[in-house]
């Protein structure tokens, strides 16, 4: 996770913030225009996030949540004013990135499947988010809004214009079921390791209830989008377990995802 030495206006933030933020050393840690991340290093450390007024609520919920379970960082604060912001504890550790794990891809693709398992198998019968009303939602209004990119998935799952797409999903969604606790969006960068430890879960914001595949989808291109290759696919499938992995869903993960 790059951070870059930045100074701020501490007024640009709300006064409850401004505790953690004076006299603090500021570093930005954004990794996407949506939102903008800083690492405030004074004790432990801490990210805030800043972005669109609304954006992060389900973020806070579900981090919240998935804190109880002991598997991501404690929220401190949560406020939507003029914009978003979203305050939580430094996770000890480096996400997966990081050149230690990215040298060693095997046992990378290991963990990170097996960690995976491991969260399909929690409990989720009091979480408080639905993933797959709002991600069948986000498939019809970007095809109405003629969004549409399948550049991402050709390497892999072979899927047609966007009225082939769109018909192709229409067709099968049906299969998709809300059946494990989601992540949401489980690439390397959102899964924290200390020392090869599970540290926590973080980017929660498309997570909740959902469909395995969604998860297993990502985990599978992120290995791909990282190392430039296919060849690591049957270390991740195998790790996560194949007799729960049905290809012909990934595919139709991959149809939606390219209506972003």
Not at 116 to 135: A, G, I, Q
Request: hydrophobic residues 35%.
């Amino acid at each position: 996770m790059e951070r870059k030495k930045v100074q701020i206006d501490i007024n640009e933030y709300p006064e409850s913030f401004h505790e953690f933020l004076k006299d603090a050393t500021i570093y930005d840690s954004s990794c996407s225009k949506e939102a903008r991340v800083i690492f405030i290093d004074e004790g432990d450390g801490y990210y805030l996030k800043k972005a669109v007024k609304g954006s992060l609520k389900t973020e806070a919920e579900l981090t919240a949540y998935f804190h109880k379970k002991g598997l991501a960082t404690e929220v401190l604060a949560y406020e939507s004013a003029d914009f978003d912001y979203f305050l939580t504890r430094k996770v000890q550790g480096e996400d997966c990135v990081h050149h230690t794990y990215l040298e060693n891809p095997k046992r990378l693709c290991e963990t990170t499947a097996t960690l995976l398992r491991k969260l399909h198998e929690e409990d989720f019968s009091d979480c408080p988010v639905d993933r797959m009303k709002t991600y069948f939602e986000t498939v019809e209004t970007n095809y109405r809004k003629e969004v549409f990119d399948n550049s991402l998935f050709t390497q892999k799952w072979q899927i047609g214009n966007r009225d082939e797409t769109k018909a192709f999903a229409d067709k099968n969604r049906h299969l998709l079921k809300s059946d494990v606790l989601l992540h949401g969006d489980y690439c390397l960068p959102n899964i924290m390791l200390n020392n090869w430890e599970f540290s926590a879960f973080i980017d929660l914001g498309n997570g909740g209830i959902g469909d395995r595949h969604i998860d297993l989808f990502w985990g599978i291109w992120t290995v791909y989008f990282n190392f430039k290759t296919n060849k690591y696919d049957d270390y991740f499938m195998d790790a996560y377990g194949r007799d729960k992995i049905d290809e012909e869903k990934l595919r139709l993960i991959a149809a939606m995802e390219a209506f972003g």
